[in-house]
């Protein structure tokens, strides 16, 4: 059974950073592409960043462009996202998963393990 774990996660004042990291026990996470995604209280789940393979490739949804990078290492097995000049509308619980397909699928919030526990990021003005 895979277990998806997400760390990193803390409450922090508006233009904070904070980097979050998904590890993965049961699968590996250095031969298939991933993403971040997240949910704020009262709303769906939302696709946010994602990494091909290789890490040629990323995707972000429109939102976190230019603030968030998704990044991975596969020696550690884990995938991360720094988050930069964070604001009050990035608060949510956020979710790692991967695809087997692609960067694409996981942008369409097509996602191959069950979701983790997560981890909480607030961002207070």
């Known amino acids: 059974q895979v277990q998806l774990v997400e760390s990193g996660g803390a409450s922090v004042s508006v233009g904070g950073s904070l980097k979050l990291s998904c590890t993965a026990s049961?699968?590996?996470?250095?031969?298939?592409?991933a993403g971040w995604f997240r949910q704020a209280p009262g709303k769906e789940r939302e696709f946010v960043a994602a990494i091909s393979l290789s890490g040629d490739i990323t995707r972000y949804t429109d939102s976190v462009q230019g603030r968030f990078t998704i990044s991975r290492d596969k020696a550690k097995n884990a995938v991360y996202l720094q988050m930069n000049s964070l604001l009050p509308e990035d608060t949510a619980v956020y979710y790692c998963?991967?695809?087997?397909?692609?960067?694409?699928?996981?942008?369409?919030?097509?996602?191959?393990?069950?979701w983790g526990q997560g981890t909480q990021v607030t961002v207070s003005s």
């Open positions: 998963n991967t695809h087997p397909d692609g960067t694409t699928r996981l942008q369409a919030m097509a996602v191959l393990h069950p």
């Open positions: 049961g699968s590996t996470l250095s031969n298939i592409a």
